[in-house]
């Protein structure tokens, strides 16, 4: 799982993150809300190991991100919003190259790409250069990346932003999928409030790097006496707005 406590970020003198706190639990799909600007990305990289907190702890599965940095990025998969695929590598030759920064046996290498082939439906693009591909398809082969190691943890910071309706349809099927995601702990930032509602089990929200909800989208409706997810959550954010 991923805990995350009074998490501080500064960055030249601004606060970007102020005493974020939240947990995403293993087997679920956790979401992560906020408006643009909210530091949704800031903590995405303090998650995976790119920046460092100024204050504050994050576990990942029970290791520090700053003391136990290495083994934090054994466990983990991103998918960023722009995937930062290799133009002139086929897609097989990525994840055969990623699968070796974590020590896989080649055979075991082989397995698991022949895997991630069906499980993802990359049989037109795996010998492709990932120049070549689609948004939708160069996003496939980027969770593909992400999974090839077969981590606990999977972070995923707005896959499906730059996508089109098919494409980003698509990608929401397969983060559906139990085959897929199985029993990792999944923590997804969105800003599309019906994708949260569709793929997560439970939603985080954050406006200007402070958590301003926590809980299942029935338990944030039912806090809030909305009739939907949507003005629940809309409606948590103008009153936070307002209070900041």
């Known amino acids: 799982m991923i805990e995350v406590q009074k998490l501080v970020r500064d960055l030249g003198g601004t606060r970007i993150l102020d005493e974020l706190t939240f947990t995403a639990n293993t087997g679920e799909i956790t979401g992560f809300l906020g408006p643009n600007g909210a530091g949704k990305t800031t903590t995405m990289r303090v998650l995976s ?3 460092k907190p100024t204050s504050g702890q994050v576990l990942i599965e029970g ?10 990025r054994r466990r983990i998969g991103l ?9 002139r590598l086929t897609v097989r030759e990525q994840l055969t190259f990623s699968a070796r920064m974590y020590d896989l046996a080649e055979t075991t290498i082989r397995e698991r790409i022949d895997l991630l082939i069906e499980l993802l439906g990359l049989h037109d693009g795996i010998d492709k250069r990932a120049g070549a591909l689609s948004k939708g398809n160069r996003q496939k082969a980027a969770l593909a990346r992400a999974l090839v190691h077969d981590p606990p943890v999977l972070l995923l910071d707005e896959p499906t932003a730059n996508l089109d309706i098919v494409a980003q ?10 085959d897929v995601v199985g029993t990792k702990t999944v923590f997804l930032s969105t800003h599309v409030l019906d994708e949260a509602e ?4 439970r939603v985080v929200g954050i406006v200007e790097g402070r958590t301003v909800a926590s809980g299942t989208p029935e338990e944030i409706i ?7 997810f949507r003005d629940a959550f809309l409606g948590l954010m103008a009153e936070t707005a307002m209070s900041v």
Do not use: K, N
């Open 49 to 51: 190991t790119l920046l």
């Open 63 to 72: 290791f520090d991100i700053e003391r136990d940095a290495t083994e934090v």
């Open 79 to 87: 998918v960023t919003e722009e995937p930062s695929l290799l133009d």
């Open 169 to 178: 349809a698509g990608m929401q099927s397969l983060l559906e999928r139990d």
């Open 198 to 201: 569709r793929l997560c089990d």
């Open 222 to 228: 039912a806090a809030t006496g909305a009739s939907s």
